[in-house]
């Protein structure tokens, strides 16, 4: 592994509270975004401080969102603000002899930075085209694109990964010694994200696409 993946990018990504769960290479950051459809992104502004759940994706070495041109978050995003973005998964519950070493086994990152808009008109619609395609592998390709208008109101922003860190929490509980003689039951309750049979809408006569097909097997 490259020496500087084990190292935080900066300071203010440096973990210090269990620092054997902190990860720092690009691998782990990759994959917890990848799998993510949702993050959450903080800011302040003069009314306070703000924590908003967007729909992102991952293209190489940034994180991206959009928003309407006219919404508070694309404003004051694209105002020079600095932002700290989460993303957490939840993979189960520890439960340990004491109350106070009960833990969660997870996956989150925090990135910080400034966002940037994309300018470049192709570039901007090329990109919501992948987007679409991390929803469903195919999904562009069969439905309405967005028109000039729509494309004109909504704005894409992104983040650079340079600044960001990952802290990941695997395997059972961890018990002082002094509790091992506790007579309850210890161990993981493991908890994931379920697909389920999908529904088509009232009106919908068009047959089922192949990841229409293929969502519940692809869990």
């Known amino acids: 592994m490259n020496p500087a993946e084990t190292a935080p990018p900066s300071e203010r990504t440096r973990i210090r509270r269990v620092t054997e769960n902190a990860r720092y290479e690009r691998a782990t950051l990759h994959a917890i975004i990848d799998a993510a459809y949702l993050c959450h992104i903080a800011f302040a502004d003069a009314k306070g401080t703000h924590c908003i759940p967007m729909a992102c994706w991952r293209e190489g070495e940034h994180l991206y969102i959009h928003g309407s041109n006219g919404g508070r978050l694309v404003r004051q995003l694209l105002g020079d603000t600095q932002a700290c973005i989460t993303i957490t998964h939840l993979d189960g519950l520890v439960l340990a002899r004491s109350a106070f070493n009960h833990s969660m086994n997870y996956r989150s990152c925090m990135i910080y930075g400034r966002f940037e808009a994309l300018t470049d008109d192709a ?27 729509e494309f004109t109101a909504t704005t894409v922003l992104r983040i650079p990964l340079d600044e960001a860190a990952c802290k990941v929490r695997q395997g059972p509980p961890i018990d002082d010694a002094e509790d091992m003689g506790v007579q309850a039951w210890v161990g993981v309750l493991p908890f994931t994200q379920q697909r389920l049979e999908p529904i088509a809408a009232p009106d919908c006569s068009a047959p089922a696409p192949g990841y229409v097909r293929d969502w519940l097997a692809a869990a």
């Open 123 to 149: 570039e901007k619609r090329a990109s919501l085209a992948r987007f679409m395609d991390k929803i469903a592998i195919g999904r562009q390709a069969e439905i309405r694109p967005g028109n000039d208008k």
